[in-house]
């Protein structure tokens, strides 16, 4: 009797999985390979499968259990793709082009969720960067990447190794650091005159941004809120701080 394969402990982060994932992984040539369940009666997953053929990669058809093994029970949506090794852009390269800009560095945010979310608005806004630092930064998972509807295979994401370099860089470049932080010398984000080129920093729910880039930044900044609310998800204060700068750089 064949040995059953032992269920990974989490998913591999070589591959995305849901429809909308796939689907922008197909787009943006991230995919090298396609696996559906067989018995599959959805449409869209099926055009998935005949996408990934017609451009020359493998689309193999699997069992149920196949996903469910691969995916550690994820919400997979019976399709998931093996991916191309990420591409991150050059951060130089964005700070080194003229104009507004907005970049958004991530401090110690780790949750796929809200990495997810971030990476997703940052595509809607039209930001220059993510900053994903690769010490103590989120990674670009599968949860990630369902997180954001795919959108983390358009996201101009930059891996510098700490964040500290890369505000340094940022700075030389005539960016103006924004911290989103409370406390004293925070100011309110809707009255805040926000520069042309900004690179605002987020932190965790838990613990804010770290005390080093706090005392890196020119700026803090803090949304207006209900005294009763203790805080906003990180994901959801990232979108109305990054449209408060569209608002201000329209046109950038």
Same mark, same amino acid.
């Given at each position: ?9 989490? &998913? ?6 849901? =429809? ?6 197909? +787009?943006?040539?991230? $995919?090298?390979?396609?696996?559906? @369940? ?30 469910? +093994? ?8 019976? @399709? ?19 104009? #507004? ?7 110690? /945010? ?6 997810? $979310?971030?990476?997703? &608005?940052?595509?809607? =806004? ?26 983390? %295979?358009?996201? #101009? =994401? ?16 005539? %960016?103006? /650091? ?11 984000? &809707?009255? %805040? ?11 965790? +729910? ?12 020119? %700026? ?33």
């Amino acid at each position: 009797m064949p040995q059953l394969r032992p269920k990974p402990n989490a &998913t591999p982060d070589d591959l995305a999985f849901g =429809v909308n994932a796939c689907a922008m992984a197909l +787009e943006t040539g991230y $995919a090298k390979s396609l696996l559906y @369940v067989r018995d599959s009666r959805n449409p869209r997953v099926l055009q998935l499968a005949e996408r990934a053929q017609t451009e020359g990669l493998q689309a193999q058809a699997v069992d149920l259990s196949r996903l469910d +093994e691969l995916t550690a029970g994820g919400v997979h949506q019976g @399709v998931l793709v093996r991916l191309r090794e990420h591409r991150p852009v050059d951060l130089a390269a964005v700070a080194a082009a003229p104009g #507004p800009a907005l970049v958004l560095l991530l401090d110690g /945010i780790t949750d796929p969720q809200n990495v997810g $979310a971030i990476v997703r &608005t940052s595509v809607a =806004v039209g930001v220059a960067a993510v900053v994903l630092p690769l010490r103590r930064g989120a990674l670009l998972t599968p949860g990630v990447h369902r997180a954001s509807a795919g959108m983390s %295979f358009l996201a #101009p =994401v930059a891996s510098p190794r700490n964040l500290a370099q890369a505000v340094a860089a940022l700075k030389q470049a005539n %960016f103006w /650091i924004v911290a989103a932080a409370t406390g004293e010398g925070s100011q309110s984000a &809707t009255a %805040f005159d926000w520069p042309p080129r900004t690179a605002l920093i987020l932190g965790s +729910e838990s613990e804010g941004v770290g005390a080093l880039l706090r005392r890196e930044s020119d %700026f803090a900044v803090a949304l207006p809120m209900d005294p009763r609310v203790e805080s906003l998800n990180v994901g959801v204060a990232c979108g109305a701080l990054a449209y408060l700068w569209r608002r201000q750089w329209p046109g950038s």
